[in-house]
């Protein structure tokens, strides 16, 4: 990995970091082939139960594209400048997804353009209460990306994403709360420590329902209630056969706090 990114494994959590707090963690070429490798990782690694995505500093979680590389590239005449959706931001917010795993964004301030993307592309967002998101995209002339497009109407609605996308502004951490795009807002000194919090508790949890979980809510945006109901009978018989509710209700049973193997 690249040093503008850190990636650890710690006690089934991996925690991936984007490092480079001097250009409000923009994304550049080395950054984004170096979240990619360390997504698709993660995503990869049985050892790993749950995702912690953060980065580094306190201004910025990420304002997305580095537009100073970018108009670079523009200049040099690089006929695949706008390549970087497919190779980089497309297979990152795949893994982040579609991982039978939850992925928890600890947003410690402004995320932008790519960087809202990839925060929605989490599971649960823990939020600074000095952090804003902005959608960006139409404010440079570009359309969506980073999946923005497909998580944003999921989480505030069709009108209110139209809204936010053609007329970019900033969100404030509140509002992001109360439009459910922060799950968990924090006092900003305390963000990385709740985050870490809430991610661990994940990683400790009953990993195998929560796959189910994410991957029932996923179906059900796409599919009708008798198919959802369908895909909800096939997801609780693999959780039901699972260790972990066996170990769940002998715990319940006994009054003890489980401890679950991820199987």
Known sequence: ????????????????????PEAMNALNIATKVALRDAVQAAAGDDAVRAVLLTSAGERAFCVGQDLKEHIGLLADGSTSVMSTVK????????????????????????AAGAGFGLALAADYRVVADTAGFNTSFAGVALTADSGISWTLPRVVG??????????????KAQEAYELGIANRLVPAGELHAEAEKVARALAEGPTVAYAAIKESVAYGFSHSLAETLEKEDELQTRAGASEDHAI?????????QPKYLGR
């Open 158 to 171: 069709p009108g209110r994403a139209a809204d936010l996308l053609l007329f970019p502004r900033t969100i």
């Open 248 to 256: 769940a209700v002998r715990a319940f049973v006994n009054k003890e």
């Open 87 to 110: 190779e980089h931001y497309n297979p990152v917010v795949r893994a982040l997804t579609e991982m039978p795993k939850p992925v928890v964004a600890g947003v410690n301030g402004v």
């Open 1 to 20: 990995m690249a040093d503008t990114v850190l990636y650890e494994v710690s006690d089934g959590l991996a925690t991936i970091t984007i490092n480079r």
